[in-house]
């Protein structure tokens, strides 16, 4: 029998199951490309439900349990004293979700001597020391495509809400005031600007696809190129190096993973060759960013605006800069996490469960790493080593 340790963020502070806005959430079979959304024998929830927080325990509870393994499901995964730590020491799969990473470093991995199987209950494993998850022969596992769109649909709402400033605008109303000359003068139109992506998979590709029909000019930077006809459709430049696609663009947004080639890749050099006053969008993760380079330049004018929704660590310190500098629109790490989202991420969990459980193959489309290399997914959008380095600094944001 298996002891699966799966961690999820908390409960919301008004209580557990929360009102629900809406009857439930449209069905969705195939994803863009044709591949099919999770395919587990059958789910113990409804869709449209809070899956990803303790009491939604991501709908496995039942299917575990009366299979007879243990579940432990806890929202403490910081600090040598907690849950996880603890729990880690006899566990076979780990499960966790990237909003609130329960960051397997080399040192935890190396005090986890049953661990097989790390799945990611979204998309991005980068909280996982990859290189030692190599060296150790442990499959880590995400649900490829289970909120692709879900971020997609987040960074043109980023996207707008920057470039259109509607975020200080909303904030006069709510503050009783109706200065339009103080709304407005930041306010522009997005029609016509240059807008380009660093990493052109499932999230760049479909946020291109939504944005074309603002009349904007469109660029990728990818290792892979893109399929031509997706190419052709879109208009899309592609550009050899960042450098270049930075230089011809008003906004960029990133939508590639954080691995050793891309951890900090915009520093304070990079961001110094973006156009003065263009807009950043970062969906993909915090630490492909220099955060105090980022808020050195929202606060000179190089960016005129910063907006996504991941950190690096995470959850993030109170005095991390990016909540306090000028002209951002940050949210905690939600985007990927909608209701939507959820009931495919928990469904996809599920089925990889089910296939390792029965001994039966994961989808290539899930593997990061599998048989002690980078595999399937992992060998085509990651490279090889660790980015979990500083990740013990989440355990500020309790202490603070
Ligand atoms: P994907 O694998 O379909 O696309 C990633 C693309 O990045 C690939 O085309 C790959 O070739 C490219 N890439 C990799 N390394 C690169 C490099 N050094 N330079 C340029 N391009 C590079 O994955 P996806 O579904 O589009 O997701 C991308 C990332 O977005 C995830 O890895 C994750 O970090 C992030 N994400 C965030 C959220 C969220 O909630 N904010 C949700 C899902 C995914």
Redesign the pocket.
């Known amino acids: 029998m298996a002891k699966v340790v799966c961690v999820l963020y908390e409960d919301p502070a008004s209580g557990y199951p929360p009102p629900q806005a809406r009857a439930g959430i449209p069905t969705i079979e195939r994803y863009p490309d044709g591949q099919s959304t999770p395919t587990p024998s059958s789910i113990d929830f409804t869709p449209g439900e809070l899956l990803g927080s303790v009491s939604g325990a991501l709908g496995l509870r039942s299917f575990l349990e009366a299979a007879g393994h243990e579940l432990v499901v806890t929202s403490d995964k910081d600090g040598a004293d907690s849950v996880f730590e603890r729990e880690l020491a006899d566990a076979d799969v780990v499960i966790s979700q ?2 609130w990473p329960a960051y397997l470093t080399a040192d935890r991995i190396s005090r986890a001597p049953q661990l097989k199987l790390a799945i990611t209950a ?3 494993s ?1 909280h996982v020391d990859l290189q030692a998850a190599i060296d150790a022969d442990i499959t880590v596992a995400e649900v ?2 289970c ?2 769109i ?2 997609a649909e ?1 960074i043109v709402m980023m996207v707008l809400a920057l470039v259109r400033n509607y975020i200080p605008s909303y904030q006069v109303v709510v503050d009783g005031g109706w200065n339009i000359a103080d709304c407005v003068s930041r306010g522009y139109d997005l029609e016509g600007m240059q807008v380009g992506t ?8 479909a946020a291109m696809k939504r944005l074309k029909p603002f009349d904007v000019g469109l660029h990728y ?4 190129p893109l399929d031509p006809d997706v190419a052709a459709d879109l208009e899309v430049t592609r550009h050899d190096t ?1 450098e270049s696609l930075v230089e011809a663009c008003d906004v960029v947004t990133i ?5 050793p ?2 951890e900090r ?1 915009f520093d304070a050099r990079l961001l110094g060759r973006m156009r003065r006053g263009a807009y950043l969008i970062n ?3 915090g630490k492909i960013c220099d955060e105090d380079a980022v808020a050195e330049a929202c606060a000179s004018g190089q960016l005129a605006g910063y907006a ?3 950190w690096f660590p995470q959850p993030a310190p109170a005095d991390h800069p990016w909540r306090s500098m000028p002209h951002h629109g940050m949210t905690p ?5 909608t209701l939507s989202a959820q009931a495919r991420y928990a469904a996809g969990v599920r089925e990889i469960l089910e296939c390792w459980l029965s001994d039966t193959p994961i989808r290539d489309e899930y593997l990061i790493v599998a048989g002690g290399s980078l595999a399937g ?1 992992g060998a ?4 090889a080593g660790n980015v979990t380095a500083g990740s013990e600094d989440a355990a500020r944001f309790r202490a603070d």
Do not use: M
């Open positions: 990237p909003f979204g998309i991005g980068d490829t495509y909120n692709s879900s971020v987040h660093v990493g052109a998979g499932r999230i760049g590709t930077f990818d290792r892979h960042v939508n590639c993973p954080l691995h080639e891309t890749l969906t993909a993760r996504g929704d991941v790490h939600v985007s990927g996490t997914a085509h959008s990651y490279s």
